[in-house]
């Protein structure tokens, strides 16, 4: 599982704005938690099944209705079934899990290639609210796309930006203003 600035950093990796990642793991917050191995909640009970199961049962073969169970799966919660075809045939294609995260990640970056005015957005924003609200309303989609829904998510967008954006952690780390080494307790002497 990649924490929340590994995904930022990922993301941003792929030539989009800060602005732009941000807006997407707004969105993508909003629809999976950032879980890459979701199913939709509804659908853990219709089928039975928890995020780990669903994700062990599509990956070993043992549950082959994946592509037309109409069940939100992943970070982007894809349903519909050629979409969820495009993502299985890509997992198999890196051969990783379907609820493998830096799959899906890239999965999300080749998808979007496939949205002109969306793709273009992510990479040129200074605004997490432009970036959410495309996300939303031309790649996401959801029935519900109201005012409350894009000032959630635009929220979201704002909020992982304030945690992820800045590289200040990692520069006073390193810092010259402060004398302490820690040694860690995992130390292999004499390394």
């Not at 793991?25 to 191995?37: D, H, I, Q, R």
């Not at 994700?55 to 992943?74: I, K, L, M």
């Not at 005015?117 to 790649?139: G, H, N, P, R």
Request: proline share 2%; with cysteine.
């Amino acid at each position: 599982m990649m924490t929340e600035k590994q995904i930022f950093d990922y993301l941003v990796s792929f030539g989009f704005t800060k602005e732009g990642v941000a807006g997407l793991m707004g969105n993508l917050k909003a629809e999976s938690n950032l879980n890459p191995k979701n199913l939709q909640n509804s659908y853990e009970r219709k089928l039975g099944l928890s995020d780990n199961r669903y994700t062990e049962e599509v990956d070993n073969g043992t549950y082959t209705n994946f592509v037309h169970d109409s069940a939100g799966y992943g970070l982007a919660q894809w349903t519909y079934w050629s979409r969820k075809q495009e993502l299985l045939n890509f997992a198999k294609e890196k051969n990783t899990s379907i609820g493998d995260c830096e799959m899906q990640l890239s999965f999300i970056c080749k998808e979007l290639n496939g949205y002109k005015e969306v793709f273009d957005v992510l990479k040129s924003t200074t605004s997490i609210k432009e970036a959410s609200d495309i996300v939303l309303t031309q790649y996401e989609k959801p029935a519900n796309q109201s005012d409350e829904v894009k000032e959630k998510r635009a929220k979201y967008g704002q909020e992982i930006y304030d945690r992820c954006s800045n590289d200040t952690y990692a520069s006073t780390c390193n810092s010259s203003l402060v004398d302490f080494t820690l040694i860690s307790p995992n130390k292999t002497s004499p390394r």
